[in-house]
């Protein structure tokens, strides 16, 4: 169990304890109630850590083994009113296949490390069964989940011209849209990372013509197909560095056909998160900022108060978050060079300047240099 302050604590355990009261004025049980009041906590934004020991009733994402999708999980009890797990897991030809796990099904050691992985990821009811619907959160990107699970088929017939008769050094491999394995890292061609490209492009474009995100999950799937542009951009380079090696006297035709792959993702990365995410961050955190504030005006520790941190993506992969810079903007040119005239940079800068006039033979010479000859072994 995690360590958390008294005041973290008694906050979680009081909005719990409003939970139990609600739902029974709603007309649960009693015992209904308890079993999903932590549910209804962690949902409503409580970190309230779970015990090993003890389950509780709600509705769960967890990883896949491979790391390529989230799996809906939930905790109910049965008809004898132990508490089990129904986990989910893909099947071909699509949809899910449940399993109910119980405590008496494995050992408490594997019972417990079920429950930690599930307590963690809480769904609210609707993104449960929009996981359960489409095999994806609502943070999730459908392209970037597509690609993730596999689900891509190879372009075979867009080679630029320049690029015809280049040998790859493997053979493709078609991947049908029912498969949930990904193809290995090995098995990677040009092809089959074009059909990925192709496939976000669409969903990129769509959400770059939309400008700045309005929620967090159209933040949170801009900064996850972000996070595939970034996979694509890196593997893209590494198999053009393994391609482009044998084939030195074919560099500039191989060249041409990668430089989508490498400028283009790059590129749509970059205006996703700038376009995009970038706008809903500065605005969410100056909502959150002043969330906080009032809280905290209110009388509320400032340990407990909500926190300003804004993160955006699906959870698996890397996540995006807003990075403060700060950045000179120069008034007066002239008063700022008066006052830098003398620092190592500027002498850099204007060494350098100078050295580029000279390299180049730049007649006459401008005012304030000479050129001078300079030998020296190399």
Known sequence: MEAQTVEQTEKWREIRAAWVKRLMDKGSTAQKAEDYAT??????GCHVPGRPEK?????????????THWRPCCYQRDDTGTIVCIVYDKVNGGGWKGRTVTPADVIPEQWAKMWDFAWKTPLSFDAYKHLKDTGRLPGESEAASAI??????????????????????????????????????????????????????????????????KTKDEADQAADLADTFLKIEKKAKDLFEIEKAPHKDLIDKITAKWRPLQTGAGNLKSQLKTVVCTPFAVAEKKRLEEERA????????????????VAMGSGIGRRSAPQVRWKGNITDRAAFLAHVKDSDTISEALQSLADAYARNRIEPPPPGIEYKEVTSVV
């Open 39 to 44: 549910w209804y906590t962690r949902v409503g």
């Open 55 to 67: 389950p509780e009733c709600g509705f769960y994402a967890v990883l896949s083994t491979d790391k």
């Open 148 to 213: 993730r699970n596999g689900n891509v088929i190879p372009i075979t017939d867009k080679k630029p011209a320049a690029a015809e008769n280049i040998p790859t050094g493997t053979e493709g491999r078609t991947v049908s849209k029912t498969d949930n394995n990904p193809p290995a890292s090995t098995e990677i061609t040009f092809e089959t990372l074009m059909g990925q490209y192709e496939l976000a492009k669409i969903s990129a474009d769509t959400m770059i013509n939309k400008g700045a995100a």
């Open 294 to 309: 009032k809280h905290i005006a209110a009388g509320a520790d400032p340990e407990t108060a909500p926190s300003t941190k």
